[in-house]
């Protein structure tokens, strides 16, 4: 079985279970990613793993024209009406799909080591403006996803500057 295609099954059968949908992280930062990244009305948004998709809820609700990408099909919310493309971050760019900003938040912390810079890489060729990253720093909580790992590469913040600085201008907020 290709990692892939591991990684698929793996979050689809988290995605099952109804704690692990409890808190959307990006859901609770999308308001203030419309005044970090200066989003108006008619801009195109990827959310690179959107996990439930309560995020794309709230940039609607700014106008902005938001797409889902995540690697499990049963990610959304029960009843959600998002659009949502299926793929793996370390496969990106896909061929047509652009989105003038990315949102990524609570997500590259769950890829491979050795699948970042490919994945960032496959962004940057996929987003024109810019994206906002968010990654944890710790371990996932094992309650939340049947004891099945989870964050899968855990490192300090300089570590992950290093890694985006390869293919994003970085800018830090304290908001």
């Not at 203030?32 to 309560?54: E, F, I, N, S």
């Not at 371990?139 to 600085?165: A, F, I, M, Y």
Request: charged share 20%; with cysteine; hydrophobic share 40%.
């Amino acid at each position: 079985m290709s990692l892939e295609l591991s990684e698929q099954l793996k979050y689809e059968q988290v995605w099952k279970t109804p704690e692990y949908r409890l808190i959307s992280p990006g859901e609770q930062l999308a308001r203030h990613a419309v005044k970090l990244l200066g989003l108006k009305a008619g801009d195109t948004l990827l959310d690179l793993g959107c996990g439930t998709g309560r995020a794309l809820v709230e940039f609607r609700k700014f106008g902005i024209d938001g797409l889902g990408f995540d690697i499990a099909d049963n990610c959304l919310d029960p009843g959600s009406k998002e659009k949502l493309i299926i793929g793996c971050l370390w496969h990106l760019p896909f061929a047509g799909l652009k989105a003038d900003f990315g949102f990524c938040v609570d997500v590259l912390e769950h890829l491979p080591e050795g699948y970042i810079l490919q994945a960032l890489a496959g962004i940057a060729k996929t987003i024109q403006i810019s994206v906002l990253f968010q990654i944890a720093l710790f371990p996932h909580n094992p309650k939340l996803s049947q004891g099945l790992p989870l964050h899968l590469t855990v490192k300090e913040s300089d570590w992950w500057e290093r890694q985006l600085s390869q293919y994003f201008e970085l800018i830090y907020s304290n908001e």
